[in-house]
């Protein structure tokens, strides 16, 4: 009997089973706070802008086509109406994007952000009661219906009628196009703060939209400017049926698809309606059209005619249409009026706008030119002498240069605790690794210490620390020179001087002070005067905060600690220094001393041995010359004499006496490093 669940039945199971099956992305409810629907909302509101420029692109399609008659630009119709339906493809998107994301409960808007509902029953029917029929009013494609299928089948169309039609098509769905605008950019702002993330960006932003209403008020006076064309020539048409007979004006010969006819060819040698509807001669009143065919803008290219007609429409806005110069049919007045208002409103909010993204860049200028003035009406007051003056200004100049008025220590402290110590181990740890000392500690350590450093600024020839001043705190050099010198309180004739630069420390007294099981509220005295060289910019260590990692963390107290802070501290550097001069110095007497006893111990064998022979001689001298006996006996007693002094032991210089003795140098203070609380 076969077993079912053998090795060979279980290869038949190709995929792994998992209770938690992945929802595709197309069946996902978005969050509206997401990355992706923030994402689809700055591409929809690029869309937006996009389409709002394309429709009034349909205002140029009627041209002057030739002599008293208007046709259709068909390029210009073909490429606008392929940008717009890419356009309207980008609605239709976000008309599903919008049944796919989640909302808000307004019930649960008491506390925080609100719960998210995800129900996509729930969603469907809030958006259909809401924003649904706005955005599908937005999103159908009415002009290129109207453009390519309505206006061709009917019958006997003019251009006058095509175009009273697409304009009306284009302006009616402009409204919701444009409203819908407005929530996606107030969502935008809601999610990420703001539409542009830099001044210069909103600033553009803002102009980019002044500019879409210049180029909306431009096409709107083209289209304007060829009806008012076209009813000047309908008048004077009238005009012709009742007064000629033979050939008479008909309304199809205003139409360009009646070109080359011979009954049009005919009436146009006949005919004054070119004459009459002319803008040069004041048969006609165009009023504020006038430009538009005395400058022959309705026969131009594309090109031309849309830049003349983006000028117009700028000009007239920033001048609130003061050089209008309307006729005084109520239309035209109408139009006026909205150029004046719409002008107002329109510059009034991009100067307000730009001026306040503008002045975001200048903001920070702007108070350290107010605190630099105060500062200097200060120092006039105090009458502080010009040294001093020249110090402060100099200070004032580096830390503006340095920071550009940001407080960095503001910053941080607004910063949540874990992202504040991120932040300053990515600032400082690569700094405090460089300190010999801070590279035996592990990482814990590290962070420990880079989350209590600060900012530290200091001009050239400021004291940072006077030797016999209190030390406040450790500093790490990022970048500058500082000159560290001491004369051992006083000392008279001992001076010891050395530079620091980037990645040295100074304060090392501080560390001896923290490291003291038994340190007192006091703070240590430095041994050393620290001078600024340079403009120096450096981390900072207070005394507080380098006694509180001190006692939190025991890995202080090790002796691979202690071996590592007697090499790497100046001041145990200058103590050892000092410490192997003094003993150089007492070798070199203690060495001259014995020289000098054993070259005199070496003078007195001499002597003794050229005594003996003058001794063997006198005896000599005795037995033969008798009458010289008086003269031998005092030479005898002279050199008992001179014996007697030869024979008493030279005192040899005690090494240890005190004219061989230097002064000594005060050690250091060494710390425990092996106490546990």
């Known amino acids: 009997m076969n077993n079912p669940f053998n090795a060979s039945g279980l290869r038949n199971f190709h995929t792994p089973f998992s209770l938690r099956r992945k929802v595709p992305w197309w069946n996902q409810t978005l969050d509206p706070g997401s990355s992706v629907v923030n994402k689809w909302n700055h591409i929809f509101l690029v869309s937006c802008i996009i389409a709002l420029f394309l429709d009034p692109l349909y205002f140029f399609l009627p041209v002057i086509g030739g002599p008293a008659c208007m046709g259709i630009d068909l390029g210009l119709g073909i490429l606008v109406t392929f940008f717009r339906t890419v356009c309207d493809m980008f609605f239709l998107m976000h008309i599903v994007m919008k049944f796919r994301t989640a909302f808000v409960s307004p019930k649960s808007r008491v506390f925080g952000r609100g719960e998210l ?3 996509r029953r729930a969603i469907a029917t809030r958006y259909l009661k809401s924003m649904f029929a706005i955005d599908l009013a937005a999103a159908l494609p009415l002009p290129q219906i109207v453009t390519w299928f309505v206006i061709p089948a009917v019958k006997n169309s ?3 009628h095509n175009n009273h039609t697409l304009s009306l098509i284009v302006l009616i769905q402009y409204v919701p196009r444009l409203y819908v605008m407005f929530p996606i950019n107030r969502r ?7 539409v542009a993330k830099t001044a210069w960006s909103g600033a553009a932003y803002n102009l980019l939209l002044y500019m879409l209403a210049g180029h909306v008020l431009g096409a709107s006076w083209y289209v304007l400017s060829i009806q008012r064309q076209l009813e000047c020539w309908k008048i004077e048409c009238r005009n012709e049926i009742n007064t000629t007979h033979s050939p008479s004006c008909h309304p199809l010969f205003l139409d360009c698809s009646t070109l080359g006819k011979p009954d049009r060819n005919f009436w146009l040698k006949t005919t004054n309606v070119i004459t009459g509807c002319d803008a040069r001669n004041d048969n006609f009143h165009f009023g504020m059209f006038a430009d538009a065919f005395t400058n022959d803008v309705a026969s131009s290219n594309f090109i031309d005619k849309y830049f003349y007609c983006l000028w117009w429409g700028l000009k007239n806005l920033c001048s609130y249409g003061q050089n209008i110069a309307a006729s005084t049919i109520v239309s035209e ?14 510059f009034c909010h991009l100067i307000g706008n730009m001026q306040t993204y503008l002045q975001s860049t200048t903001a920070r200028l702007e108070e350290w030119r107010v605190r630099r003035r105060d500062t200097e009406e200060w ?9 001093l003056q020249d110090r402060v200004r100099r200070f004032v100049q580096y830390k503006w240069i340095a920071t550009r008025g940001v407080d960095e220590e503001s910053i941080l402290r607004d910063l949540p605790l874990d992202l504040r110590r ?18 035996q500690m592990d990482d814990q350590l590290l962070d420990a210490i880079c989350e209590h450093l600060v900012s530290s600024l200091n001009t050239k020839e400021t004291y940072i620390v006077r030797e016999g001043d209190p030390v406040n705190e450790m500093l790490f050099i990022i970048r500058g020179k500082l000159q560290s010198s001491t004369t051992n309180g006083g000392r008279s004739g001992f001076y010891n001087s050395i530079n620091l630069g980037p990645g040295d420390f100074c304060g090392e007294e501080l560390l001896t002070w923290a490291l003291m099981p038994d340190s007192s509220l006091n703070l240590p005295t430095s041994t050393r005067t620290v001078k600024c060289i340079a403009e120096v910019e450096a981390f900072a260590l207070r005394a507080e905060d380098l006694k509180f990692v001190a006692k939190q963390f025991k890995r202080l107290h090790s002796k691979k600690l202690q071996h590592a802070f007697r090499y790497y501290s100046h001041q145990w550097r200058t103590w050892g220094a000092c410490f192997i001069q003094t003993a150089w110095r007492r070798f070199k007497k203690r060495k001259l001393a014995m020289e000098l006893a054993r070259q005199e111990g070496l003078y007195l064998q001499t002597v003794e041995e050229e005594d003996n022979a003058d001794n063997e001689a006198c005896g000599s001298e005795n037995a033969s010359n008798t009458q010289h006996i008086g003269a031998t006996i005092l030479a005898s007693k002279f050199a008992k004499n001179t014996r007697k002094g030869g024979y008493q032991k030279v005192p ?9 003795k230097m002064p000594k140098m005060f050690k250091p203070v060494e710390p425990n490093f092996y106490h546990e609380d």
């Open 379 to 387: 120092m006039r007051h105090r009458q502080l002498p010009q040294e």
């Open 158 to 160: 003019t251009a006058a």
């Open 422 to 439: 991120d932040i300053q181990r990515h600032l400082c740890l690569a700094l405090v690794r460089r300190v010999p000392f801070f590279a």
């Open 333 to 346: 007045t109408l139009f006026g009026i909205l150029i004046c208002i719409a002008g107002l409103v329109f």
């Open 188 to 194: 935008i702002v809601k999610t990420t703060g703001a």
């Open 652 to 660: 040899s210089i005690d090494p240890n006496h005190a004219s061989l």
């Open 117 to 119: 509902v995800f129900d």
